[in-house]
C-alpha cells in the first residue's frame, strides 16, 4: 500500500483506511484539489490507472461540490478513493497531463455538474449539445420546458429561460 | 447502295433505341414519383451531420493511378463484346481463343507493369 | 477547434490547406457499432487526429438513478450496456445485497453464473458477427447470430426478455431453473464446442482476416494504463487482469477457469479477438461446472428488508461484462432513493483511447480497430 | 398530430407525382411494398432486436424487405430503432429530410413511442416520441420488441403502401 506516501503530499487531509469487503475499495483519502496533480503523478508512477472521476454535488448538507477519483492498480487490485472538497463555483485542477483519460472525465463533470478544470485542455461538454444551458446533475437542476419542442430554431432563446429557471 | 444504306438503317435505329432506353429510366421517375423537398435535402450527405470545411482539397496521386488501373480493364471489356460476336464460326474455335488471349494478355501486362511500379502500394 | 493533450493533438486546419480535410465518421455509420461520431482530421486515406463526438445515445441514467428508489433502478440497469444486460443486472442486484448484507441462497449462485456466462457468450458472438460485417465478411454475421438465437431461447425461457432482462432481484433471482432449462444449457455447451472450432477454422485462420487485424491498432501498456482500458483490451496486452478473479463476487472463487490473454502481447486487433475467443471457451467451462453440481434449495433469500436504506456513506462494486471493468459508484444518504449512482463503464475508456489509438492508421484499418474493442454506445453516453 | 408540426411548414413539402395513372400506381405501390430497403440506423437496445430480424432465423428477405442500406439517399423506410436523445434529435431530421420521397418511417419501441422507460419528471435528455420529430407510419410498442412484433409492423406498413400511402402526409 502506497498511503504513507500519498498522505506526504501537502494538501492531504486525511487517509483512514477502509474495510474493503463493506465498502468495495481499500483507502479514502482526503485532498484539496491543488494536490490532486501530485497525488496523480505518483499514482502514474506507481503503475496505477483512473478508474473514474465523478462530483457529488453536497452544497444542500455542507455547502461544497466533492470530487471523487478513485485509483486502482491493474495488476493487484488496491482502490484507492480520494474526496477533494470544492467551494461551489471553484473551479478544479486537471490531472490530464498526468492521465489523459482523465480529459473526458472532467469534461463528464463539467457538464454535468459545471465545476471548472484549471488546466484542462479543451473544457467542452462532452454528453448534452455544445450550446445546453445549465447542468443537469445539479440537485436542484430545473429543465425550464422538458419537452420544448425540438424544432425550436433559436437555440439560444430557450437556453436564456433555461438560465433564468435556473437562476 | 441499298446494301450499304440498309446497313446504315440498322445501325441508326440501334443508336436511337439505345439512345431512348437510356433517357426513358430518368425521365419516367421525374413524372411518376413523388417529390419531398425537406430544409436538408440538397446538403451533402454526411452521416446526417454537416459537412465540415470544403472538400476542394488536393488529393493524392494513387487515387488516379487507381483509376487508370481500372480504366484499362474497362477498355478491355468494351472490345470483348463486340469480339464474342464476330468469333462464332466453329471451324476456327482455336486460332479464335488465342487471338482473344493474346489480347487480354497484352492489356494484362499494363496491370504488370503498375503492379512491379508499387502503383498498387497505398503509399499516403 | 479544440485540441486534445497529447500525441492526438487536432491539427487545426486552416483555410489554405489545402492537403487536408474532415471527415465525420457520423452519427449514423454502419461500423460505429451505434451512435457515436468520429470526427476525423485526414490527409488522403491516413488519419491525423479523431476527435470523438459522444453523446449522441445519451439516456441520463445517472439523473434516472436520483429520480428512482434503489428497486425502481434495477430495470434501468440492463439497458446501459444491452449486450451484457444480465451481467449488469445481476451486478447491481450483487452490489446492493452486499451492501446491505443480504445472503442469497447456494442455488442462486449457481443460477447467476449460468445466465452471465452465458449472457457474455451472446455479447461475444453477437461482437464477432458485426465485427466481421465491418471487414466485409457477410456469412459469419448470419452464422453467430443463429448460434446467438439459441442462448437467446435458453435465457428467455426463464427470464421471459430477450435482451433487457430483468431477472435478478435482491436477495436471489425470480424464476427457479427446472431441469428442462439444465438439459438444454448442457446440450447447447456441448453443441457450441464444436461450432467455436469451425468459427476458429473459418474466421481465425482465414488469412484475409488476419492481414486486416494482425498488427493493427497495438495498445501499449502505457496506453492502456493512462486511459485505464479493461477486459478483453486490457486483456489482449498480456496483462492478466479480470475482477471475477481479482475480486471474486459470487462463487467465481470457487469454480476454476482461466483468464485467457492474448498470444503476442502487443495488443492489437488479432490479440483481441483470440482473447475473445478463448473466453467464449472458458464461459462454456464455467457453465458446466455450474450446471454439474447446482444444488437444490430455494432461489430467494429468506429475509429481504421491504425498504432498502443503505446506511450513509459510499460504496464501490464491480463486475467483469463482456467488455470489461462495470463498477457502480453508490454514495447513499440513508433514504431509500440514492444520492448519487455513478456508473463506471468500460467502453468510456475504450473510446476515449481512441484520440491516441487512430492518429497515423488508415481509415480502413481505423474500421478495424473501432470493431475490435466492441463498444455499446448507451454504456459510453449513459 | 398537426400542431405537433406547426412550425415545419418549410421544412418538409410533400408534393405527389405529376402525373397520376392510378392502375400504374396501384402497381408501383405493389412494387415498392414487396421490395422496402429499410435504413441502417440503430440507436439502442432496439437496434439489436432489428438486426437479429434482419439475421438468419427471422429472416426479413421473406417480404423482401431485408436489404439494408446504410445510406439514407438509397434507403425507403427508417427504422428508428432505439431511444431518441435530443443531441440526436436534428440528426434524424436531416436524415428523414435526405430520404427520397416516397419514404416510410416505422418507430420501433417505447422509447420511440412516447419516451417509454426513460420518461420520468427530471428526464432532460431524450426526445419523448419519434413523431415530435419526424412523421411515423407505424409504431411497434416494446422495449425491444420481439423480432416477430417489427415483422408484424413491416407487414403493417406493406398493407399501408399497397392501401396507396405515398408516406406519411404532412397535415399542415
Redesign the interface.
Known amino acids: 500500500m502506497i498511503t504513507d506516501e500519498l498522505s506526504a503530499v501537502p494538501g492531504v487531509s486525511s487517509t483512514s483506511e477502509q474495510d474493503y ?5 481499500h483507502c479514502l483519502h482526503e485532498a484539496s484539489p491543488g494536490s490532486l496533480p501530485a497525488l496523480a503523478a505518483i499514482f ?1 508512477q506507481r ?6 472521476l ?1 462530483c ?2 453536497m452544497r444542500a448538507d455542507d455547502d461544497c461540490m466533492c470530487l ?1 477519483y ?1 485509483f486502482n492498480r ?4 488496491e ?1 484507492h ?1 480520494i474526496h477533494s472538497r470544492l467551494a461551489p463555483g471553484e473551479a478544479g485542477t486537471s490531472i ?6 482523465a ?2 472525465y472532467e469534461r463528464e463533470v463539467f457538464d ?1 455538474f459545471g465545476v471548472g478544470f484549471d488546466g484542462h ?2 473544457l ?6 455544445d450550446d445546453y444551458i445549465g447542468h ?2 445539479l ?1 436542484d ?1 430545473v ?1 425550464a420546458d ?2 420544448r ?3 425550436a430554431v433559436d437555440a439560444k432563446k430557450d437556453g436564456v429561460a433555461n438560465e433564468a429557471a435556473n437562476e | 447502295m441499298t446494301e450499304v444504306a440498309s446497313q446504315y438503317g440498322l445501325f441508326g435505329a440501334l443508336l436511337v433505341a439505345g439512345f431512348i432506353f437510356g433517357v426513358i429510366p430518368c425521365v419516367l421517375p421525374l413524372l411518376l414519383a413523388p417529390r419531398s423537398r425537406g430544409k436538408k435535402t440538397f446538403d451533402t450527405y454526411e452521416c446526417g451531420v454537416d459537412t465540415i470545411g470544403s472538400a476542394w482539397i488536393r488529393f493524392d496521386i494513387s487515387y488516379y493511378l487507381f483509376a487508370l488501373i481500372f480504366v484499362v480493364f474497362e477498355v478491355d471489356v468494351l472490345y470483348i463484346l463486340p469480339i464474342a460476336l464476330v468469333f462464332d464460326d466453329s471451324r476456327y474455335v482455336w486460332r479464335d481463343l488465342v487471338e482473344l488471349s493474346l489480347f487480354v494478355g497484352i492489356l494484362f501486362l499494363a496491370i504488370l507493369y503498375a503492379w512491379r511500379k508499387g502503383v498498387l502500394h497505398w503509399r499516403y | 477547434m479544440s485540441s486534445v493533450p497529447g500525441p492526438a493533438m487536432e491539427l487545426v486546419r486552416d483555410d489554405e490547406d489545402r492537403e487536408t480535410y474532415y471527415l465525420n465518421m457520423g452519427p449514423q455509420h454502419p461500423s460505429t457499432h451505434g451512435v457515436l461520431r468520429l470526427r476525423l482530421h485526414m490527409e488522403g486515406e491516413r488519419i491525423l487526429s479523431v476527435f470523438p463526438v459522444i453523446g449522441y445515445g445519451h439516456r441520463a441514467h445517472e439523473k434516472m438513478a436520483e429520480n428512482r428508489d434503489y428497486l425502481m433502478f434495477l430495470p434501468n440497469t440492463s439497458r446501459i450496456d444491452y449486450l451484457s444486460g444480465m451481467i449488469y443486472n445481476l451486478g447491481y442486484c450483487q452490489a446492493i445485497e452486499k451492501i446491505m448484507g443480504i445472503e442469497v441462497p447456494e442455488r442462486t449462485e449457481y443460477i447467476r453464473i449460468i445466465v452471465g456466462e452465458l449472457n457474455r457468450i451472446s455479447s461475444h458472438l453477437l461482437w464477432l458477427g458485426t465485427y466481421l460485417l465491418d471487414l466485409g465478411g457477410i456469412t459469419p454475421f448470419l452464422y453467430c447470430f443463429d448460434d446467438r438465437e439459441r442462448i437467446l431461447d435458453i435465457l428467455d425461457s426463464i427470464s421471459g426478455s430477450r435482451l433487457t432482462y430483468c431477472y435478478g432481484r435482491f436477495g436471489g433471482v425470480t424464476m427457479d431453473v427446472d431441469d428442462a432449462f439444465l438439459e438444454s444449457t448442457a446440450a447447447f455447451c456441448s453443441y457450441f464446442h464444436e461450432r467455436l472450432d469451425e468459427y476458429e477454422d473459418l474466421v481465425t485462420d482465414n488469412v484475409i482476416f488476419r492481414q486486416r487485424t494482425e498488427g493493427v491498432g497495438p495498445f501499449s501498456a502505457d496506453l492502456v494504463q493512462r486511459f485505464g482500458l479493461s477486459g478483453p483490451c486490457l486483456r489482449a496486452t498480456g496483462t492478466r487482469r479480470d475482477v471475477r478473479k481479482d475480486e471474486p463476487y459470487g462463487i467465481y472463487d470457487r469454480l476454476d477457469f482461466e483468464v485467457p490473454v492474448g498470444k503476442t502481447t502487443n495488443g492489437d486487433c488479432f490479440d483481441r479477438h483470440t482473447v475473445r475467443m478463448a473466453e467464449m471457451v472458458q464461459s462454456l467451462h464455467l457453465i458446466e461446472q455450474a450446471v454439474r453440481d447446482i444444488p437444490d434449495g430455494p432461489v430467494m433469500a429468506a429475509k429481504v428488508p421491504k425498504k432498502i436504506k443503505p446506511p450513509a456513506g459510499d460504496y464501490y462494486f464491480a463486475v467483469e461484462s463482456a467488455r470489461g471493468h462495470f463498477g457502480m459508484y453508490i454514495y447513499s444518504d440513508g433514504t431509500d432513493t440514492p444520492f448519487r449512482i455513478k456508473l463506471r463503464t468500460p467502453s468510456f475508456a475504450h473510446v476515449s483511447a481512441m484520440t491516441e489509438a487512430l492518429v497515423g492508421t488508415m481509415l480502413s484499418d481505423t474500421i478495424s480497430i473501432l470493431g475490435s474493442i466492441d463498444i455499446v454506445i448507451p454504456e459510453i453516453d449513459r | 398530430m398537426a400542431e405537433a408540426h406547426d412550425n415545419t411548414e418549410e421544412l418538409l413539402e410533400q408534393l405527389g407525382p405529376l402525373v397520376h395513372l392510378s392502375k400504374l400506381e396501384t402497381l408501383l405501390n405493389h412494387a415498392r411494398a414487396n421490395s422496402l430497403w429499410p435504413l441502417t440506423f440503430g440507436l439502442a437496445c432496439c437496434a439489436i432486436e432489428m438486426m437479429a430480424v434482419g439475421a438468419s432465423r427471422f429472416d426479413l428477405d421473406r417480404i423482401g424487405a431485408g436489404v439494408f442500406r446504410p445510406s439514407a439517399r438509397q434507403a425507403d423506410v427508417m427504422i428508428l430503432a432505439g431511444t431518441i436523445s435530443r443531441k440526436m434529435a436534428p440528426v434524424i431530421q436531416t436524415l428523414w429530410d435526405q430520404m427520397p420521397a416516397p419514404k416510410w418511417a416505422i418507430a420501433m419501441g417505447g422509447c420511440t413511442i412516447d419516451g417509454g422507460p426513460f420518461k420520468y419528471p427530471g428526464q432532460y435528455a431524450i426526445v419523448e416520441g419519434a413523431d415530435k420529430i419526424i412523421p411515423v407510419d407505424v409504431y411497434v410498442p416494446g422495449c425491444p420488441p420481439r423480432p416477430e412484433a417489427l415483422f408484424a409492423g413491416l407487414l403493417k406498413l406493406e398493407e399501408k403502401i399497397k392501401a396507396g400511402r405515398k408516406g406519411p402526409e404532412m397535415v399542415n
Open positions: 469487503a463493506a465498502k468495495g475499495y502514474r503503475g496505477f490507472h483512473l478508474e473514474h465523478t457529488l454535488d471523487v478513485q491493474q495488476d493487484v487490485p482502490r478513493v490530464s497531463e498526468q492521465f489523459i483519460g480529459d473526458w454535468m485542455p479543451n467542452l461538454r462532452l454528453l448534452t449539445d443537469p446533475l440537485k437542476f429543465d422538458p419537452q419542442d425540438v424544432f
